[in-house]
């Protein structure tokens, strides 16, 4: 069973830039979440979507958006690029009908905005 | 109080040994608690899940849940160097995946 996959793995932008990143979920999975991981600190909640709909987001602001498409992968974008933004992106999908609501991520995007 | 707290260590133990890691949380609604392990650079892999009060094994592993003291711990028997990485606890308040929360991480090396 393939596992979350996240492209790119790299991506390299200049302040004021729009950057989009992608997930795709585990194969049934309906849930994908969104984390920022800025280096050396902890992973801090972005987005959340759900069968097609935003259902919960973090303390960030609305530049960070994105959606999920009827095959559950999901995109996020964010606008206007600040150099704070430079992070690690990653991405999590759960099961609808996951006995243990266990997360699953991919391997990341690493952002970096110059 | 932070949602969920962790040592940010690191926490050194010699090869062989036990690893003790611990957090603790302060929503005493949290139904879901999890365990991951990240290596530098890479994205968090799941370790193991509880939910039920008390101990539960998988392979060196061990979770330990105390939900009246809100007290998640992990242990690690038998310590190699390749568990030398950021374990991160993260507690889901909700039980329906929608307020997952993770700790900062700790940091463990195991020295050869």
């Known amino acids: 069973e393939a596992g979350v996959t996240q492209s790119p793995t790299h991506l390299i932008k200049t302040r004021g830039q729009q950057a989009t990143l992608r997930c795709s979920p585990i194969?049934?999975?309906?849930?994908v979440y969104w984390y920022q991981q800025a280096l050396g600190l902890g992973l801090q909640f972005l987005l959340w979507?759900?069968?097609?709909?935003?259902?919960n987001r973090g303390n960030f602001p609305p530049r960070f958006s994105g959606r999920q498409f009827p095959n559950y992968s999901s995109e996020l974008n964010v606008n206007a690029l600040e150099l704070e933004d430079s992070a690690l992106y990653l991405c999590?999908?759960?099961?609808?009908?996951?006995?243990?609501?266990?997360?699953?991520f991919g391997p990341g995007t690493r952002l970096t905005v110059l | 109080q932070k949602e969920v707290e962790q040592n940010s260590g690191p926490l050194s133990v010699p090869e062989g040994a036990i690893a003790s890691l611990n957090c603790t949380y302060s929503?005493?609604?949290?139904?879901?608690f999890f365990w991951y392990r990240q290596y530098s650079g890479k994205s968090p892999e799941l370790i193991m899940s509880?939910?039920?009060?008390g101990d539960k094994e998988d392979g060196r592993f061990t979770a330990q849940l105390n939900k009246a003291s809100q007290y998640v711990s992990l242990l690690i028997r038998d310590s190699q160097p390749s568990d030398s990485a950021t374990y991160l606890c993260?507690?889901?308040?909700?039980?329906?995946?929608?307020?997952?929360?993770f700790g900062p991480g700790t940091r463990l090396s195991v020295l050869p």
């Open positions: 194969s049934g999975h309906t849930s």
């Open positions: 929503d005493r609604v949290s139904q879901s």
């Open positions: 509880i939910y039920s009060n």
């Open positions: 979507y759900d069968e097609g709909e935003e259902r």
């Open positions: 993260a507690v889901d308040r909700d039980n329906y995946g929608q307020n997952f929360v």
């Open positions: 999590a999908s759960r099961g609808a009908f996951s006995p243990d609501n266990e997360q699953f």
